[in-house]
């Protein structure tokens, strides 16, 4: 019989800088849902990738002095280092530079248009290009930025094409709403009420201002917005319009793509439009988890805020990074990242939790029996309740399972490690063993704890790939003991298992020591990252291109008076928002200034201080005010700031 198939995706993540524990959150999960999946038995196809184009990316090599694409090299292979480090089994990994990407994006971009789903138009409007997404002023946030990451906007006026969004709004809003489409579903209120109930726009899908992207193929200039390039990563991975690959048929519709919130509407409204306009079938679900946070920020790149997961592997293996990561975050809501928790959660349940529990299972059937458990046995009662709690635990597993709560999985699974710690303690092995009249009951408590955690080690090793088989080896388990089948069934290692000896599986670390290093370390790393970051990612900079007014001599530059001046008096306008009216001691006599700056300065914000006043400026009235000059101020992402003046400077000097 052939097997299900099962096809599940990470985003593809932007090569703009190097991968951290927040990209590793998504991977990893992924990583423990595709190999769940192939150990129940599934035809599993997991894809993950890099999404490679984009004014971003252009951007950054410009910064850098190289081309996009050799900028984008050697990001994409320090992703992929990092995926083999954590022992991600992706199937596929797509680059959208690949030529196979490109070509099925031309021909779906060319589809819609042929279809009437796109339009040319004009956009003009705002845009965030760390986000890559286009905004209306009345999405911006209250400081006029993206509402988003809160990061300056650029305004964006060009011929554009247009996808028509609105045929597709009713259906969308039914997917969110009356379908299990989104996990958690609770997600699908913000999204309809705040994008589809007040009317879809049509988005904008081209670009025209910078060449970073996916060529239109009839209308030369253009390229496709990322985001369209990019969602379409999803089908052309497996051969959608293409022949690189022939998957499509095979694992089209996807089970699962597992994204964080922030690209949640990217994924709930404009994908289903574009496979609907396509006249696809509709993933069957779109798995959505909060951020990893540092300091309450997400921690992401662009903040600079973020942990080198290599530092982390580096000191507790992968496998104790995977499981915190994991059993932190709770499906839908956040999880802030310490190393306190961290380093605790090692402690309490990989090393005195469970590899406590194969240890001293391990040592007492080698100390008593020589590694050997003999034939001979001698149940109890006590350990009905304990066989029962191990068999029911696949069946709770497979049910968070499919509902993509992978914290709930390793919180059941953890109770049963619990029980089997607690079952040592109600069995008391140590007295037994100092009996040879007690030696049969020994025995079958041992081999209970061995079957315990034969169960409960496949069911963790999708989770802990890395550990698993050395547990299996610890406890004599052969590769076809420690299957999904056999995971709910008791009884299955031979009665005479033999037991080896082994390394410690999860080291205790020593708290004090070890959270001083670590916040040393990465302190260090993050300040290196933040030095990195260009003005603009920290939001210094106005992120609009500098275009300079044409070139003037010195001569007309020594035509400007630029003095220096204190403020005297100030009052707002009558009947203007906008003005103030200055007194000034100029050096000169005194005058009169008039300022458009009342929304950003109180008048007692100015009285005292210095100024550059450009005192040779015609005079000229405004709001019936005369005013004599102009004082220097500068337009900055946070609203006009004027230039004020060193103290120290006497009033009247020439600034030159
Ligand atoms: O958005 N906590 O790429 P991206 C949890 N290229 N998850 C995090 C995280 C954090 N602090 N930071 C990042 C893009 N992620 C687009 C996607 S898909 C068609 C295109 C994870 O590099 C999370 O999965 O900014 C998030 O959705 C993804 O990285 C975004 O990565």
């Given at each position: 019989?052939?097997?299900?198939?099962?096809?599940?995706?990470?985003?593809?993540?932007?090569?703009?800088?190097?991968?951290?524990?927040?990209?590793?959150?998504?991977?990893?999960?992924?990583?423990?849902?595709?190999?769940?999946?192939?150990?129940?038995?599934?035809?599993?196809?997991?894809?993950?990738?890099?999404?490679?184009?984009?004014?971003?990316?252009?951007?950054?090599?410009?910064?850098?002095?190289?081309?996009?694409?050799?900028?984008?090299?050697?990001?994409?292979?320090?992703?992929?280092?990092?995926?083999?480090?954590?022992?991600?089994?992706?199937?596929?990994?797509?680059?959208?530079?690949?030529?196979?990407?490109?070509?099925?994006?031309?021909?779906?971009?060319?589809?819609?248009?042929?279809?009437?789903?796109?339009?040319?138009?004009?956009?003009?409007?705002?845009?965030?290009?760390p986000c890559e997404s286009f905004w209306t002023d009345s999405q911006l946030d209250e400081n006029g930025c993206c509402p988003e990451c809160h990061r300056p906007v650029t305004f964006a006026k060009e011929e554009a094409y247009f996808f028509k969004m609105s045929p597709f709004a009713e259906r969308i809003e039914k997917l969110l709403t009356e379908t299990d489409y989104l996990q958690p579903k609770t997600r699908a209120t913000e999204l309809v009420n705040n994008f589809i109930k007040p009317g879809l726009e049509d988005l904008c899908v081209s670009r025209t201002t910078f060449k970073w992207g996916i060529p239109v193929t009839f209308d030369e200039g253009h390229v496709v917005y990322v985001w369209i390039d990019a969602l379409s990563n999803y089908i052309t991975a497996m051969g959608y319009e293409n022949s690189a690959y022939n998957d499509f048929e095979k694992y089209w519709p996807a089970d699962v793509h597992m994204v964080a919130k922030d690209i949640m509407r990217f994924h709930a409204i404009i994908w289903p439009a574009m496979l609907m306009a396509l006249e696809l079938p509709l993933p069957k679900h779109l798995a959505i988890h909060g951020w990893i946070t540092m300091n309450g920020e997400k921690m992401s790149k662009s903040l600079g805020n973020v942990v080198d997961p290599f530092v982390l592997g580096e000191r507790y293996g992968c496998d104790a990074i995977r499981y915190h990561i994991l059993r932190e975050m709770a499906l839908g809501a956040d999880s802030s990242f310490s190393n306190e928790i961290m380093i605790n959660r090692i402690n309490s349940d990989l090393a005195n939790g469970f590899g406590n529990l194969v240890s001293r299972t391990v040592a007492m059937a080698d100390k008593y029996f020589g590694g050997t458990l003999p034939e001979e046995r001698l149940e109890a009662d006590i350990d009905k309740d304990f066989i029962s709690v191990v068999t029911a635990l696949r069946s709770e597993v497979d049910k968070y399972m499919d509902e993509t709560k992978l914290k709930s999985v390793l919180e059941e699974i953890f109770k049963v490690v619990d029980r089997a710690n607690k079952y040592i303690d109600e069995t008391e092995p140590w007295k037994l063993g100092k009996n040879e009249a007690d030696k049969p009951r020994l025995a079958s408590v041992l081999y209970n704890l061995l079957e315990a955690i034969r169960v409960i080690s496949t069911l963790l090793s999708p989770f802990m790939p890395t550990t698993m088989p050395k547990v299996w080896e610890q406890i004599g388990a052969s590769a076809e003991d420690a299957t999904y089948d056999n995971a709910d069934k008791f009884g299955v290692l031979p009665k005479n298992v033999t037991v080896h000896k082994g390394e410690i599986l999860f080291p205790r670390i020593d708290v004090d020591k070890e959270i001083d290093e670590l916040n040393a370390i990465l302190q260090k790393n993050m300040e290196e990252a933040q030095s990195k970051l260009s003005a603009e990612e920290k939001g210094e900079a106005p992120a609009e291109p500098i275009e300079l007014a044409p070139e003037i001599t010195i001569d007309d530059f020594a035509k400007v008076e630029i003095r220096v001046a204190k403020v005297i008096a100030c009052e707002k306008v009558k009947k203007s928002d906008k003005l103030l009216c200055l007194q000034l001691d100029d050096g000169m006599g005194g005058r009169q200034v008039v300022s458009g700056i009342a929304q950003y300065y109180t008048p007692e914000d100015l009285i005292g201080k210095k100024i550059q006043l450009i005192a040779n400026l015609k005079p000229v009235k405004l709001r019936g005010v005369e005013s004599n000059g102009m004082i220097c101020a500068a337009d900055t992402p946070d609203g006009v700031k004027v230039i004020f003046v060193d103290d120290s400077i006497p009033v009247g000097s020439k600034i030159r």
């Open positions: 019989m052939s097997k299900k198939p099962f096809y599940i995706t990470t985003p593809i993540y932007y090569p703009s800088g190097n991968p951290h524990i927040g990209h590793c959150y998504t991977t990893v999960a992924c990583d423990s849902i595709a190999r769940y999946r192939r150990m129940q038995g599934y035809d599993v196809m997991f894809l993950t990738g890099t999404d490679e184009h984009g004014l971003k990316i252009e951007q950054k090599a410009a910064e850098q002095g190289v081309t996009p694409k050799e900028y984008v090299d050697v990001i994409v292979d320090k992703f992929k280092s990092l995926w083999k480090y954590m022992n991600i089994s992706y199937d596929r990994y797509i680059r959208t530079t690949d030529d196979y990407h490109v070509e099925s994006v031309q021909k779906i971009f060319k589809t819609l248009y042929d279809k009437g789903y796109i339009y040319k138009g004009e956009y003009s409007g705002k845009y965030c290009t």
